[in-house]
């Protein structure tokens, strides 16, 4: 069975930092894209940070660029999403997913985790 779980999310003030965890079970998740999205109330569900499938490389979206930093740890099957410098308009639920993606676009991923409450607020 496969499954994601999130963990890592909380309050945290501007300019602060937090690690989301997305251990995986039922697969390998190094043979499959990984990402990270997030959808904030009232707005669509974005990409934020992507491994896709055939490439080492990592897509990031521009408002994350240099402020976040997705890493994946084989050994346990587990990815991370590092977050500095957060902001209030980082404020949403962050979710890990995987599939065949070749984009960091949702409607390619076709398992998802439960998701993880950011919330960045003095």
């Known amino acids: 069975q496969v499954q994601l779980v999130e963990s890592g999310g909380g309050l945290v003030q501007p300019g602060g930092s937090l690690r989301l965890s997305c251990a995986a079970s039922?697969?390998?998740?190094?043979?499959?894209?990984v990402g990270w999205f997030r959808q904030a109330p009232g707005k669509e569900r974005e990409g934020v940070s992507c491994?896709?499938?055939?490439?080492?490389?990592?897509y990031y979206a521009d408002s994350v660029k240099g402020r976040f930093t997705l890493s994946r740890d084989n050994a346990k099957n587990t990815v991370y999403l590092q977050m500095n410098s957060l902001k209030p308009e980082d404020t949403a639920v962050y979710y890990c997913?995987?599939?065949?993606?070749?984009?960091?676009?949702?409607?390619?991923?076709?398992?998802w985790g439960q998701g993880t409450q950011v919330t960045v607020s003095s």
């Open positions: 491994i896709v499938s055939n490439s080492n490389s990592i």
């Open positions: 039922g697969f390998t998740l190094a043979y499959y894209a």
């Open positions: 997913a995987t599939g065949r993606a070749l984009m960091c676009v949702s409607t390619e991923y076709d398992s």
